[in-house]
Protein backbone atom coordinates (compact mmCIF):
# COMPACT_ATOMS: atom_id res chain seq x y z
CA UNK A 1 0.00 0.00 0.00
CA UNK A 2 2.75 2.46 1.18
CA UNK A 3 4.75 1.14 -1.71
CA UNK A 4 1.89 2.10 -4.51
CA UNK A 5 1.63 6.02 -2.68
CA UNK A 6 5.18 6.27 -3.00
CA UNK A 7 5.37 5.48 -6.21
CA UNK A 8 2.26 7.32 -7.47
CA UNK A 9 4.07 10.10 -5.57
CA UNK A 10 7.20 9.73 -7.52
CA UNK A 11 4.75 10.13 -10.76
CA UNK A 12 3.27 13.25 -9.74
CA UNK A 13 7.07 14.87 -9.36
CA UNK A 14 7.94 13.29 -12.92
CA UNK A 15 5.22 15.53 -14.70
CA UNK A 16 7.91 18.22 -15.90
CA UNK A 17 10.49 15.18 -16.80
CA UNK A 18 7.49 13.60 -18.88
CA UNK A 19 6.42 17.29 -20.41
CA UNK A 20 10.14 17.97 -21.51
CA UNK A 21 11.07 14.03 -22.40
CA UNK A 22 7.95 14.41 -25.64
CA UNK A 23 9.67 16.63 -27.68
CA UNK A 24 13.27 15.70 -26.87
CA UNK A 25 12.36 12.01 -27.71
CA UNK A 26 10.44 12.94 -30.37
CA UNK A 27 13.26 14.95 -32.06
CA UNK A 28 15.91 11.61 -31.16
CA UNK A 29 13.27 9.84 -33.56
CA UNK A 30 12.76 11.95 -36.00
CA UNK A 31 16.91 12.90 -36.07
CA UNK A 32 17.45 8.87 -36.27
CA UNK A 33 15.08 8.10 -38.85
CA UNK A 34 16.69 10.75 -41.06
CA UNK A 35 20.13 9.30 -40.62
CA UNK A 36 18.45 5.89 -41.93
CA UNK A 37 17.86 3.97 -38.64
CA UNK A 38 14.89 1.38 -38.71
CA UNK A 39 12.09 1.87 -36.41
CA UNK A 40 13.17 -1.54 -34.52
CA UNK A 41 16.76 -0.09 -34.17
CA UNK A 42 15.76 3.06 -32.74
CA UNK A 43 12.37 1.55 -30.23
CA UNK A 44 16.10 -0.49 -29.29
CA UNK A 45 18.18 2.04 -28.66
CA UNK A 46 15.82 4.05 -26.03
CA UNK A 47 14.81 1.07 -24.22
CA UNK A 48 18.00 -0.39 -23.85
CA UNK A 49 20.52 2.44 -24.11
CA UNK A 50 18.18 5.11 -22.50
CA UNK A 51 20.09 7.67 -22.57
CA UNK A 52 19.79 11.07 -25.00
CA UNK A 53 22.50 12.42 -24.96
CA UNK A 54 24.51 9.23 -25.78
CA UNK A 55 22.00 8.05 -27.81
CA UNK A 56 22.20 11.71 -29.83
CA UNK A 57 26.09 11.55 -30.00
CA UNK A 58 26.78 8.11 -31.00
CA UNK A 59 23.64 8.85 -33.99
CA UNK A 60 26.27 9.78 -36.85
CA UNK A 61 28.85 7.30 -36.23
CA UNK A 62 26.71 4.53 -35.96
CA UNK A 63 24.31 5.89 -39.07
CA UNK A 64 27.69 6.25 -40.95
CA UNK A 65 28.86 2.25 -40.20
CA UNK A 66 31.92 3.83 -38.66
CA UNK A 67 33.87 1.72 -36.61
CA UNK A 68 31.84 -0.10 -33.81
CA UNK A 69 34.72 0.86 -31.38
CA UNK A 70 34.55 4.80 -31.31
CA UNK A 71 30.82 4.17 -31.19
CA UNK A 72 30.99 2.10 -28.20
CA UNK A 73 33.92 3.84 -26.60
CA UNK A 74 31.72 7.47 -27.25
CA UNK A 75 28.46 6.01 -26.06
CA UNK A 76 30.28 4.48 -22.83
CA UNK A 77 31.92 7.88 -22.09
CA UNK A 78 28.77 10.09 -22.34
CA UNK A 79 27.16 6.99 -20.18
CA UNK A 80 29.84 7.17 -17.62
CA UNK A 81 27.86 10.34 -15.69
CA UNK A 82 25.54 7.69 -14.34
CA UNK A 83 28.23 6.57 -11.88
CA UNK A 84 28.09 8.92 -9.61
CA UNK A 85 24.23 9.44 -9.93
CA UNK A 86 23.94 5.81 -8.93
CA UNK A 87 26.53 6.26 -6.35
CA UNK A 88 24.93 8.58 -4.49
CA UNK A 89 21.34 7.32 -4.88
CA UNK A 90 22.20 3.98 -3.80
CA UNK A 91 22.61 5.01 0.26
CA UNK A 92 18.45 5.98 0.27
CA UNK A 93 18.14 2.18 -1.21
CA UNK A 94 18.86 0.21 2.21
CA UNK A 95 17.71 -3.08 2.56
CA UNK A 96 16.56 -3.42 -0.82
CA UNK A 97 17.36 -6.91 -2.26
CA UNK A 98 19.95 -6.78 -5.02
CA UNK A 99 18.00 -8.59 -8.03
CA UNK A 100 14.99 -5.34 -7.39
CA UNK A 101 18.36 -2.97 -7.44
CA UNK A 102 19.83 -4.33 -10.72
CA UNK A 103 16.55 -4.20 -12.55
CA UNK A 104 15.55 -0.79 -11.53
CA UNK A 105 19.17 0.74 -12.26
CA UNK A 106 18.51 0.61 -15.71
CA UNK A 107 16.12 3.55 -15.40
CA UNK A 108 18.99 5.86 -13.73
CA UNK A 109 18.95 8.92 -15.85
CA UNK A 110 19.88 12.63 -15.50
CA UNK A 111 16.48 13.68 -14.71
CA UNK A 112 15.15 10.14 -12.77
CA UNK A 113 17.94 11.31 -10.55
CA UNK A 114 17.65 14.57 -9.63
CA UNK A 115 14.40 14.71 -8.77
CA UNK A 116 14.33 11.44 -6.25
CA UNK A 117 17.91 12.51 -4.60
CA UNK A 118 16.33 15.92 -3.99
CA UNK A 119 13.11 14.51 -2.40
CA UNK A 120 15.26 11.96 -0.45
CA UNK A 121 17.77 15.35 0.61
CA UNK A 122 14.93 16.71 1.93
CA UNK A 123 13.28 14.09 3.77
CA UNK A 124 16.37 12.91 5.53
CA UNK A 125 16.44 16.75 6.63
CA UNK A 126 13.27 16.80 7.58
CA UNK A 127 13.97 13.47 9.63
CA UNK A 128 16.61 14.96 11.34
CA UNK A 129 14.90 17.98 12.17
CA UNK A 130 12.24 16.04 13.71
CA UNK A 131 15.00 13.90 15.91
CA UNK A 132 14.21 10.48 13.38
CA UNK A 133 17.25 8.87 12.40
CA UNK A 134 15.32 7.76 8.94
CA UNK A 135 12.68 9.19 7.73
CA UNK A 136 11.19 6.33 4.70
CA UNK A 137 12.99 2.83 4.63
CA UNK A 138 14.73 1.72 1.04
CA UNK A 139 11.99 0.07 -0.47
CA UNK A 140 9.69 3.18 0.04
CA UNK A 141 12.69 5.19 -1.64
CA UNK A 142 12.75 2.71 -4.57
CA UNK A 143 9.26 2.93 -5.13
CA UNK A 144 9.43 6.53 -5.42
CA UNK A 145 12.60 6.19 -7.84
CA UNK A 146 10.66 4.13 -10.13
CA UNK A 147 7.38 6.42 -10.02
CA UNK A 148 10.16 9.11 -11.37
CA UNK A 149 12.45 6.70 -13.48
CA UNK A 150 10.04 4.04 -14.69
CA UNK A 151 7.36 6.82 -16.08
CA UNK A 152 9.78 8.89 -17.69
CA UNK A 153 11.56 5.73 -19.23
CA UNK A 154 8.20 4.26 -21.14
CA UNK A 155 7.51 8.16 -22.11
CA UNK A 156 10.91 8.11 -23.67
CA UNK A 157 10.63 5.16 -25.27
CA UNK A 158 7.22 5.73 -26.49
CA UNK A 159 8.06 9.42 -27.57
CA UNK A 160 10.80 7.83 -29.54
CA UNK A 161 8.58 5.49 -31.59
CA UNK A 162 6.06 8.55 -32.31
CA UNK A 163 9.21 10.54 -33.69
CA UNK A 164 9.73 7.78 -36.06
CA UNK A 165 6.36 8.66 -37.59
CA UNK A 166 6.10 12.16 -36.80
CA UNK A 167 7.84 15.31 -37.75
CA UNK A 168 8.46 18.01 -35.65
CA UNK A 169 6.52 20.87 -36.33
CA UNK A 170 6.54 22.88 -33.14
CA UNK A 171 6.46 26.47 -33.51
CA UNK A 172 9.43 28.40 -33.05
CA UNK A 173 8.44 30.14 -29.55
CA UNK A 174 7.12 26.61 -28.33
CA UNK A 175 9.70 25.11 -28.98
CA UNK A 176 11.79 27.80 -27.04
CA UNK A 177 9.24 27.00 -24.24
CA UNK A 178 9.81 23.63 -24.04
CA UNK A 179 13.52 23.41 -24.27
CA UNK A 180 13.15 25.51 -20.58
CA UNK A 181 10.86 23.40 -19.03
CA UNK A 182 13.51 20.91 -17.72
CA UNK A 183 16.13 23.11 -16.56
CA UNK A 184 13.67 25.33 -15.57
CA UNK A 185 12.54 22.96 -13.20
CA UNK A 186 15.54 21.79 -12.13
CA UNK A 187 16.38 24.80 -10.62
CA UNK A 188 13.20 25.60 -9.18
CA UNK A 189 14.19 22.35 -6.95
CA UNK A 190 17.85 23.73 -5.89
CA UNK A 191 16.25 27.01 -4.67
CA UNK A 192 13.65 25.13 -2.93
CA UNK A 193 15.74 22.74 -1.21
CA UNK A 194 19.15 24.68 -0.52
CA UNK A 195 19.97 25.72 2.93
CA UNK A 196 22.78 27.70 4.27
CA UNK A 197 25.67 29.99 1.99
CA UNK A 198 28.10 27.02 0.94
CA UNK A 199 25.51 25.38 -1.59
CA UNK A 200 24.28 28.14 -3.45
CA UNK A 201 27.82 29.46 -3.78
CA UNK A 202 28.27 25.84 -5.56
CA UNK A 203 25.63 26.12 -7.57
CA UNK A 204 26.15 29.52 -9.08
CA UNK A 205 29.92 28.77 -9.97
CA UNK A 206 28.74 25.13 -11.53
CA UNK A 207 26.55 26.98 -13.23
CA UNK A 208 28.58 29.90 -14.60
CA UNK A 209 31.49 27.52 -15.81
CA UNK A 210 29.42 24.82 -17.19
CA UNK A 211 29.09 26.18 -20.64
CA UNK A 212 32.63 27.56 -20.89
CA UNK A 213 33.87 23.79 -19.82
CA UNK A 214 31.64 22.15 -22.24
CA UNK A 215 32.38 24.51 -24.97
CA UNK A 216 36.36 23.50 -24.03
CA UNK A 217 35.15 19.59 -24.25
CA UNK A 218 31.63 18.72 -24.89
CA UNK A 219 31.84 14.77 -23.23
CA UNK A 220 33.74 15.17 -20.21
CA UNK A 221 33.82 19.53 -19.77
CA UNK A 222 30.97 20.41 -17.75
CA UNK A 223 31.81 16.75 -16.01
CA UNK A 224 35.08 18.02 -14.63
CA UNK A 225 34.11 21.64 -14.32
CA UNK A 226 30.73 20.69 -11.83
CA UNK A 227 33.52 18.26 -10.12
CA UNK A 228 36.28 20.93 -9.24
CA UNK A 229 33.72 23.09 -8.15
CA UNK A 230 32.34 20.79 -5.56
CA UNK A 231 36.49 19.47 -4.77
CA UNK A 232 37.25 22.88 -4.40
CA UNK A 233 34.63 24.54 -2.08
CA UNK A 234 34.61 21.05 0.32
CA UNK A 235 38.02 21.45 0.32
CA UNK A 236 37.91 24.84 1.24
CA UNK A 237 35.56 23.95 4.01
CA UNK A 238 36.91 21.15 5.55
CA UNK A 239 40.34 23.55 5.61
CA UNK A 240 37.97 26.03 7.44
CA UNK A 241 36.84 23.58 10.03
CA UNK A 242 40.56 21.81 10.40
CA UNK A 243 41.83 25.15 11.44
CA UNK A 244 38.86 26.33 13.45
CA UNK A 245 39.27 22.60 15.51
CA UNK A 246 43.04 23.61 16.55
CA UNK A 247 42.24 27.56 17.08
CA UNK B 1 29.55 -5.39 -36.27
CA UNK B 2 25.98 -5.05 -37.44
CA UNK B 3 24.57 -1.64 -35.71
CA UNK B 4 21.87 -4.07 -33.49
CA UNK B 5 24.84 -5.19 -31.93
CA UNK B 6 26.53 -2.18 -31.38
CA UNK B 7 22.90 -1.23 -29.60
CA UNK B 8 22.71 -4.30 -27.37
CA UNK B 9 27.02 -3.79 -26.25
CA UNK B 10 26.21 -0.10 -25.92
CA UNK B 11 23.37 -1.04 -23.69
CA UNK B 12 25.10 -3.42 -21.89
CA UNK B 13 27.98 -0.85 -21.16
CA UNK B 14 25.46 1.51 -19.77
CA UNK B 15 23.72 -0.63 -17.71
CA UNK B 16 26.91 -1.72 -16.08
CA UNK B 17 27.76 1.65 -15.33
CA UNK B 18 24.18 2.39 -13.41
CA UNK B 19 24.54 -1.20 -11.34
CA UNK B 20 27.67 -1.73 -9.97
CA UNK B 21 27.24 1.72 -7.91
CA UNK B 22 23.59 0.30 -6.68
CA UNK B 23 25.48 -2.96 -5.53
CA UNK B 24 28.41 -1.80 -3.90
CA UNK B 25 26.85 1.49 -2.51
CA UNK B 26 23.84 0.38 -1.08
CA UNK B 27 22.52 1.40 2.47
CA UNK B 28 25.80 2.51 3.53
CA UNK B 29 25.79 6.02 4.90
CA UNK B 30 29.47 7.84 4.17
CA UNK B 31 31.22 9.72 6.88
CA UNK B 32 30.10 13.09 7.52
CA UNK B 33 32.91 14.58 5.11
CA UNK B 34 32.28 12.15 2.21
CA UNK B 35 28.75 12.22 2.43
CA UNK B 36 29.01 16.57 2.07
CA UNK B 37 31.58 16.07 -0.85
CA UNK B 38 29.08 13.48 -2.84
CA UNK B 39 25.89 16.28 -1.96
CA UNK B 40 28.18 19.14 -3.30
CA UNK B 41 29.34 16.55 -6.16
CA UNK B 42 25.60 16.29 -6.98
CA UNK B 43 24.39 19.55 -6.79
CA UNK B 44 27.35 21.14 -8.75
CA UNK B 45 26.17 18.02 -11.30
CA UNK B 46 22.44 19.20 -11.68
CA UNK B 47 23.27 23.23 -12.13
CA UNK B 48 26.15 21.94 -14.74
CA UNK B 49 23.54 20.26 -16.26
CA UNK B 50 21.15 23.49 -16.25
CA UNK B 51 23.31 25.34 -17.16
CA UNK B 52 24.64 22.86 -20.71
CA UNK B 53 20.83 22.18 -21.39
CA UNK B 54 19.51 25.82 -21.33
CA UNK B 55 22.30 27.86 -23.29
CA UNK B 56 23.16 24.99 -25.54
CA UNK B 57 22.26 23.09 -28.57
CA UNK B 58 23.98 20.65 -30.43
CA UNK B 59 27.65 21.56 -28.54
CA UNK B 60 27.34 25.31 -29.68
CA UNK B 61 26.06 28.14 -27.21
CA UNK B 62 23.36 30.19 -28.50
CA UNK B 63 24.69 33.31 -27.36
CA UNK B 64 21.43 35.35 -29.02
CA UNK B 65 19.17 33.14 -26.84
CA UNK B 66 21.63 33.45 -24.10
CA UNK B 67 19.72 36.60 -22.48
CA UNK B 68 16.50 35.76 -22.49
CA UNK B 69 16.93 32.43 -21.09
CA UNK B 70 19.06 33.97 -18.50
CA UNK B 71 16.73 36.12 -17.63
CA UNK B 72 14.03 33.36 -17.42
CA UNK B 73 15.87 31.51 -15.00
CA UNK B 74 16.77 34.58 -12.43
CA UNK B 75 13.06 34.71 -12.45
CA UNK B 76 12.32 31.40 -12.17
CA UNK B 77 14.71 31.34 -9.15
CA UNK B 78 13.18 33.84 -7.84
CA UNK B 79 9.93 33.15 -7.74
CA UNK B 80 10.72 29.53 -6.68
CA UNK B 81 12.94 31.26 -3.50
CA UNK B 82 9.62 33.15 -2.74
CA UNK B 83 6.84 30.72 -3.29
CA UNK B 84 8.73 27.91 -1.98
CA UNK B 85 7.73 26.34 -4.92
CA UNK B 86 9.89 24.93 -8.04
CA UNK B 87 6.59 24.37 -10.31
CA UNK B 88 5.57 28.09 -9.69
CA UNK B 89 9.12 29.40 -10.43
CA UNK B 90 9.28 26.73 -13.66
CA UNK B 91 5.81 28.78 -14.63
CA UNK B 92 7.05 32.29 -14.38
CA UNK B 93 10.05 31.23 -16.29
CA UNK B 94 8.19 29.41 -18.86
CA UNK B 95 5.85 32.74 -19.40
CA UNK B 96 9.04 34.97 -19.76
CA UNK B 97 10.33 32.74 -22.35
CA UNK B 98 7.37 32.29 -24.14
CA UNK B 99 6.54 36.09 -23.96
CA UNK B 100 9.86 36.98 -25.35
CA UNK B 101 10.16 34.57 -28.18
CA UNK B 102 6.94 36.12 -29.34
CA UNK B 103 8.12 39.72 -29.10
CA UNK B 104 11.15 38.60 -31.06
Known amino acids: MRFAFRFRQGMKAAIPIWIAFVPSSLAWGIAAQAHGMRFAEI ?3 SAWVYSGPAQFAVLGPLAEGKSSVQVLVAGFLMNLRFLPMSAALAPYFHGVNRLKLLLSSHVVSASSFIVPYLQFQKERQDAGDSGLTESTDGYENLAFFL ?33 FILPGYFAGL ?3 EMRGWVMPVVCLAAL ?3 VPGALASPVWGWLVTASLVAIFFWGAEQWKC ?5 S | MSRIGIILIMGL ?26 RYLSYAFICSIVGVTLFMTGGKFESHLAPARALALALTIAVAYITRSAVSGMLAGLLLVLTLSWLR
Open chain 1, 147 to 179: GVGASSFLVWVIGSAFGYAVALGFPTGFEEALK
Open chain 1, 190 to 192: LVV
Open chain 1, 43 to 45: VLM
Open chain 1, 242 to 246: RASAL
Open chain 2, 13 to 38: MAFVVRALPQLIFVGRRFPESLDRLL
Open chain 1, 208 to 210: FLA
